[in-house]
């Protein structure tokens, strides 16, 4: 479970792109009428975006020792491209040369390939490559048939509360400030008795009057999963598109062989120890 959360991360920032401002109306709301304004007003936005690249960091605490993983998210238009690496794999007990390996996604809204190392370049489904995206468009994002059941403060902001009446997201709640459309809360669906429940905080502009989160925490009912950071965006920075080339990456990391052995060696180590 935690580590379809700490993917879901990246997917989870991304979708955040579709969201935008508008002034909510005095008159009583309505999931229809709520879900239109916010789909024109997240296409608005979109519009002006040409391409866009954001950097963050994202802590998981574990046993072990927590560990980080960094990613450097691009956009423009339906392509995109994500590279993932890690930090404290010695903390985390795997060995120390995996900090060097970096994980690269690559999609065009049809195709999409994950590259690196270990495994070389292997196309993967859509479906598997919208979850290091994420959803950059209302209509993927919103559910279909939703309803307002109420109004909580979160982050000192009024926010909408919106009880999810199909399967089409995969939350069951979903909080919605109400003057700028901002999500600001989620909760999944209960798995094994537990909701993950994901927080979005510390919003910034970054475009005209459209907002990002900057901090998202992560938890599985009162554990805290991850907690991710965006370290910094660049909007209409004139993306090359050779950086959504497939066929243009380079990738270095570990010696396999070495690093084989190396887990063998503290494969052997662990054993050791527990036969004492």
Request: proline share 3%; charged share 30%; aromatic share 6%.
């Amino acid at each position: 479970m935690k580590k379809s959360l700490m993917f879901d991360a990246a997917a989870v920032l991304a979708l955040l792109v579709c969201l935008a401002i508008l002034p909510v109306s005095g008159s009583a709301e309505t999931w229809e009428s709520l879900s239109k304004r916010m789909i024109e007003s997240c296409t608005k936005y979109t519009q002006g975006i040409k391409d866009i690249a954001w950097t963050m960091e994202m802590e998981v605490p574990s046993s072990e020792g927590s560990f980080k993983t960094t990613s450097v998210l691009y956009g423009k238009g339906k392509r995109f491209r994500v590279e993932v690496s890690m930090e404290g794999m010695e903390e985390a007990g795997l060995p120390a040369e995996m900090a060097g390996m970096k994980t690269i996604v690559i999609g065009d809204g049809t195709n999409a390939w994950i590259v690196n190392p270990m495994m070389g370049k292997s196309e993967i489904s859509a479906e598997e490559g919208a979850k290091y995206r994420g959803q950059w468009s209302c209509s993927d994002y919103l559910p279909v048939s939703a309803e307002i059941i109420g109004s909580e403060k979160i982050g000192g902001r009024e926010c909408y509360v919106l009880s999810v009446l199909d399967n089409s997201s995969d939350f069951s709640k979903i909080w919605i400030d109400q003057k700028s459309f901002n999500l600001m809360k989620m909760e999944g669906k209960p798995q094994e008795g537990v909701a993950s429940v994901i927080l979005l905080s510390d919003h910034r502009k970054v475009l005209g009057d459209f907002e990002m989160p900057f901090r998202t925490e992560m938890y599985s009912g009162k554990d805290l999963i991850s907690t991710t950071v965006v370290r910094s965006v660049e909007v209409n920075k004139g993306l090359a598109d050779d950086l959504f080339d497939p066929d243009k990456i380079k990738t270095s990391g570990p010696d396999m062989k070495d690093m084989m052995d190396q887990m063998k060696k503290m494969k052997e180590k662990l054993e050791e120890d527990g036969n004492e």
